[in-house]
């Protein structure tokens, strides 16, 4: 669908998933801000626009967190060598941006062995830190109600998060509605897709 209004689009997510640098990365996001300036004017479909602009933000993603990996591989911390899901929540997560919002995300990584539970956490608390901060820079503001995946509650195993789920569906306090609400949004983005999977399979059982 891209195709029918030129390849603009198509090009920026090549250039994004190949971008040399968090510099390069900026450069490129700001370039589809003018993109979708440009097909508001032209009246282009709003449908078109969002699944363009969702596209485009999952590349960036995606290379955010190949930085981040790379960028701990360098540091001291211990790598855990587990599976994890990165996903974008509330209105990224329905595909419905248009505009930089700020950011709505977490992470669900495999259930790490027995005594290594707070390693882990550190090492991915650790990659959700580094890619926020990336994030930013390319414009996406930190949530003010901290729901990223910086934040220890959002950013849990797949055993741990099933369990979150249970938790928010069977309460009805205002807070856990209000979480439940805007989790329940997520979308898989990057990394191992199975872990995503089975949390929707745990949501709906």
């Known amino acids: 669908v891209f195709y029918m209004y030129g390849n603009n689009p198509a090009v920026l997510i090549k250039q994004l998933l190949k971008a040399p640098s968090i510099e390069k990365l900026v450069e490129i996001r700001n370039r589809a801000d003018q993109l979708v300036y440009n097909y508001l004017k032209q009246e282009i479909s709003m449908v078109f626009i969002a699944d363009m602009i969702t596209e485009i933000n999952d590349a960036l993603i995606q290379r955010a967190v190949e930085f981040s990996l790379e960028a ?71 949530c003010e109600g901290n729901i990223m995946e910086r934040n220890p509650k959002w950013n849990h195993s797949l055993h741990s998060w099933k369990a979150k789920m249970k938790e928010w569906l069977q309460d009805h306090e205002r807070e856990s509605i209000v979480r439940g609400t805007i989790f329940f949004d997520f979308r898989y983005c990057y990394g191992n897709r199975d872990l995503v999977h089975q949390m929707s399979a745990s949501l709906f059982e």
């Open 72 to 142: 701990l591989e360098e540091s001291n911390l211990e790598n855990p060598n587990l599976d994890f899901a990165w996903l974008s929540l509330g209105s990224e997560g329905r595909g419905e941006q248009l505009l930089k919002t700020d950011q709505d995300n977490a992470i669900v990584y495999a259930d790490p062995p027995k005594g290594k539970e707070a390693m882990v956490q550190k090492y991915f608390l650790a990659l959700g830190d580094k890619v926020v901060d990336i994030l930013v820079k390319c414009g996406f503001a930190l």
